[in-house]
């Protein structure tokens, strides 16, 4: 089999790697149109299972990458001067770079050899391949050479958001949410190295109206960030790489496959960063698409069979996305609460967290919670 692969981000590179080790007859061209080693952004974040899904079929993978990952157990909200832990929250994180990096070593390893800086600018020039996986991100070409046929909807946020690091250093994912006389803002941030951190700065469309952003430089904008988050920067600086202020993408497609050509990653679906999904869900795209390729004894047979099985899980995780990402664009009205409110309103935000569950996943949390209830 002939395979074009778009995009060499996790979702590309891993089914790359799974197909070729597992179909090492396969002719693979994976093609990405960043320069090798450029990448955006700094930390990912995975859930406490992390890569654990991968163990059963890749444990060689799991072993490549866990060595590698910052982890912890809690998540600490800060507001007012305030924190509160909520324990039992488990999550762990890895450089964007790092990962691409153990990814990428991985597809030589089987004898696939990335084209980096190749733009692919039409479909056309994907002719003469049995399969086409556009793993080619939120502007994806093949999505956009085919929105009907795909049935492809976008829409963004309102809020906005910029992606920074900072060599400071956070013990927990931690959430920062500060008022100040003109606005409110919201700062999600992580160690993913042992001397580096993501710092996702976000705000309302009015405070960003109200501080100028759009005529404000990357440096001017960093810097005004730098001085709302001074407590919790400590002062170190903000690293940028790119941060631009941007709207987060809604991305979803109803049917996920046309001829030849099939969507993964964020080509195909965006879930909100506030639950830190994106990354795992193009690996999981990767392995499923695998595994029904191989199911069938046809490609169409095999797409319409990775749809088939793979859409509701995406659908339920997405819904929950939106979900969180809802109360996300109403933080500045959330931050009037009181602390412990506050806390549950966040932790509880996509409703698949119950008062049972959270008893059990965070004692002490919900102990401090139920206290103050009782004491108001």
């Known amino acids: 089999m002939r395979i074009a692969v778009l995009g060499g981000g996790p979702g590309g590179l891993y089914f790359a790697y799974l197909w070729k080790k597992r179909h090492p ?29 991968l163990r059963a079929d890749d444990p060689d ?9 910052e982890s912890w157990q809690n998540i600490t909200l800060n507001l007012r001067g305030e924190s509160v832990v909520i324990d039992g929250v488990g999550f762990s994180s890895i450089g964007r770079l790092e990962l691409l990096n153990i990814l990428q070593q991985r597809v030589r390893a089987v004898g696939v050899a990335p084209q980096y800086g190749t733009i692919i600018a039409t479909v056309d020039q994907l002719t003469g391949y049995d399969l086409v996986v556009a793993a080619d991100g939120l502007n994806s070409l093949v999505r956009r050479s085919f929105e009907q046929e795909f049935g492809a909807s976008v829409s ?42 993501t710092f996702l700065i976000e705000c309302d469309a009015p405070t960003w109206q109200a501080y100028g ?13 730098e001085q709302v988050f001074a407590a919790s920067l400590e002062g170190h600086p903000l690293v940028s790489n790119k941060s631009v202020w941007r709207n987060f993408p809604w991305i979803w497609n109803e049917t996920w496959w046309h001829g030849n050509m099939v969507l993964i990653g964020d080509a195909l679906h965006s879930a909100h960063f506030s639950i830190g999904s994106g990354t795992r869900l193009a690996i999981e795209d990767a392995i499923a698409l695998t595994k029904a390729l191989e199911a069938e004894a046809d490609i169409a047979s095999g797409l319409a069979r ?6 509701p899980i995406v659908k339920k995780l997405v819904t929950a996305a939106r979900t969180s990402a809802d109360w996300y664009e109403h933080f500045a009205e959330h931050m009037k609460l009181d602390l412990m409110d506050f806390s549950y309103g ?9 008062d049972a569950r959270l008893r059990a996943m965070s004692p002490l949390f919900m102990a401090r919670y139920e206290a103050a209830r009782s004491n108001a």
């Open 213 to 225: 952003f759009e005529q404000k430089t990357i440096q001017a904008s960093q810097a005004i960030c």
């Open 156 to 197: 963004h946020s309102t809020n906005k958001f910029a992606w920074y690091g900072t060599a400071k250093r956070f013990e927990t994912l931690s959430q920062t949410f500060v008022k100040t006389e003109i606005g409110a803002f919201n700062a999600h941030h992580y160690r993913y190295s042992p001397g580096m951190s």
């Open 306 to 311: 990775y749809q088939a099985e793979r859409k």
């Open 61 to 69: 993978t799991v072993d490549a990458i866990t060595p590698r990952m």
């Open 346 to 354: 966040y932790i509880t935000r996509s409703g698949r967290i119950d």
């Open 25 to 53: 007859d396969a002719r693979i061209d994976l093609f990405e149109q960043n320069a090798e080693g450029a990448t955006f952004g700094f930390g990912v974040v995975f859930s406490a299972q992390a890569l654990e899904f």
